[in-house]
């Protein structure tokens, strides 16, 4: 008596699917047995400049690309990959990029306040004499115009730089009047 060809289909299945899963045990178990003892103080992250290498949206990318992009109220707003001297690769080359930074940025731009055009604010900066301590800020630098200063270039440019900046506390307008006399 012969077999039905699709039950022939179903051993063959079968078959293979022992086979996979024999050897994927196997493969788990070998893996298992040959990792090394990692000591208890031993950091299993790799070091910031390996991560952002390794995660590079602007490895050999033209400077006008667009890395990422943020939002300020309803518009959008790039971090191009620039150069040296601004956008995300001025950023990478000074040691600030992370994914903490990268979401100051955008809490910035999106909820911070505009003190001056093109400078964004986290909190916002008092002025006058205040006998508070300075307050660690986040501060984002925008170019709203076109790419290059040339009128039909790609608009906006985007982020010039963010940094970390100790400001002055925003002053009450009752106490600023009292203490213009400092």
Not at 141 to 166: D, F
Request: aromatic share 10%.
């Amino acid at each position: 008596m012969q077999k039905h060809p699709a039950s022939k289909r179903e051993d063959v299945r079968a078959t293979y699917f022992r086979k996979s899963t024999a050897m994927f045990i196997a493969a788990a178990g070998a893996t298992v047995l040959l990792a090394a003892p990692m000591p208890a103080n031993a950091s299993t992250e790799l070091p910031a400049a390996a991560t952002v290498s390794a995660s590079n949206p602007c490895k050999s990318r033209h400077y006008s690309k667009v890395a990422y992009t943020f939002w300020i109220g309803p518009s959008k707003m790039p971090l191009r990959c620039g150069t040296k001297t601004w956008g995300y690769n001025h950023i990478v080359e000074r040691g600030r990029w992370s994914t903490s930074f990268k979401n100051k940025i955008s809490d910035t731009l999106f909820n911070g306040y505009e003190k001056t055009p093109g400078v964004y604010y986290r909190y916002k900066v008092g002025t006058g004499c205040s006998s508070k301590p300075p307050r660690k800020n986040f501060k984002v630098v925008v170019n709203k115009g076109p790419l290059g200063g040339k009128p039909g270039g790609l608009t906006p440019r985007g982020i010039i730089t963010a940094t970390v900046e100790y400001t002055t506390p925003a002053v009450a307008a009752a106490s600023a009047s009292a203490e213009a006399k400092c």
